[in-house]
């Protein structure tokens, strides 16, 4: 497989930790991005040690100006890039009732904003080389809504309908994958506030699977032949339904 230059953002924990060590140990540089700067730092000397390849760089995607510098730095020190992969999101649910404005604010600008100055960040990368791959994750609240979720739902909705709609407009040289994780193991659930979504959860959340299969996920859709564009995954505990 040819080595590539391949940007997580959220890298830190979770799925983008997972990620980050799935495609390194593949071959591919990765550069990895997100606010907790200390775990980035270790996991990358675990990949480094590992003989793989690793930077770091403090990034908060709610900045767009922090997000063309995460991009900008990747192409200086590397010459290219060559996947962006937009992981970055919180989830902190509630009912629409609890009134929790900030949250749902939150949501919106890491889950969706995020995502936008991502690709803002990467397309003009990708179209002056003719080549490059957006990656989202995005959630199986993308695809159905539940008590507790309906921001959150639509946060990935949209983060959906954006990424469909760029592989819509884009020259096919620039392939688009959204993957749609079912319950993983991760943080995610740590920052719910609202007690009557936090209980919810507990059940909801009985049956996870580890983030490792949401990065094979990603590396099967970024592995496969430049004439092949793998649109859509969705991946779930076979327990969830």
Known sequence: MTSKVILITGASSGIGEATARRLAAEGHRVVMGARREDRLAATAKEIEAAGGSADVHRLDV??????????????????RVDVMI?????????????LLVDEWD??????????????????????????GH???VASIGAHEVSPTAAV????KYA?????????QELDPGIRVTTVSPG???????ESISDPVARDTMRTYRANSIPPSGIADAIAYAI?????????????RPARQR
């Not at 709610?62 to 590397?78: C, G, I, L, Q, Y």
């Not at 959150?152 to 946060?155: I, K, P």
């Not at 983060?159 to 592989?167: F, M, P």
């Open 134 to 136: 957006f990656v989202t």
């Open 106 to 131: 939150r949501m919106i600008d890491v889950n969706v904003r995020g995502l936008l100055h991502g690709i803002a960040a990467a397309l003009p990368h990708f179209q002056r080389q003719g080549s």
């Open 152 to 155: 959150y739902c639509g946060t």
């Open 183 to 189: 319950v993983v193991e991760s943080e995610l659930a």
């Open 62 to 79: 709610t900045d767009r100006r922090d997000v063309a510098a995460f991009v900008d730095a990747a192409a200086e020190r590397h010459g």
């Open 223 to 235: 592995g496969r032949p430049p004439a092949e564009d793998v649109n859509e995954i969705i991946v």
């Open 159 to 167: 983060a959906w309908a954006i990424t469909e709609g760029l592989r």
């Open 86 to 98: 937009a992981n970055a999101g919180v989830m902190p649910l509630s009912r629409l009732d609890a």
